[in-house]
Nanobody
Framework: AWFEESGGGLVQPGASLRLSCTASRFTFSRTTMGWYRQRPGNERELLAHITDDDRPRYADSIKGRFTISKDNAKNTVYLQMDNLNSEDKAAYYC????????????WGQGTLVTVSS
């Protein structure tokens, strides 16, 4: 599997960003995909996942602010992030879904989100 994340950047508190992750080398449309982040000094954590039949689930920490979606025709999964705050500063990654991210491999380079006034 191969993953390429994009869309990060420097934003002010309260702003929005839309992250994209294009995947390849596996059957994307039949795969439950996840978005993860790694904040400075912390382990990588699962934020959200979306099943092959488009059912999303969210971690409590981001529920109501982030929305996961996907486009099977583009092999791409998205993360719409609204009302960003300083706690959202992290590197963001996509991968297969796992509730134990350290068991996953083949991580992409990630995309960095910084929230600062």
């Amino acid at each position: 599997a191969w993953f390429e994340e994009s869309g990060g950047g420097l934003v002010q508190p309260g702003a929005s960003l839309r992250l994209s992750c294009t995947a390849s080398r596996f059957t994307f449309s039949r795969t439950t995909m996840g978005w993860y982040r790694q904040r400075p000094g912390n382990e990588r954590e699962l934020l959200a996942h979306i099943t092959d039949d488009d059912r999303p689930r969210y971690a409590d920490s981001i529920k109501g602010r982030f929305t996961i979606s996907k486009d099977n025709a583009k092999n791409t999964v998205y993360l719409q992030m609204d009302n960003l705050n300083s706690e959202d500063k992290a590197a963001y990654y996509c991968n297969y879904y796992s509730d134990i991210p350290r068991y996953l491999s083949n991580w992409g380079q990630g995309t960095l989100v910084t929230v600062s006034s």
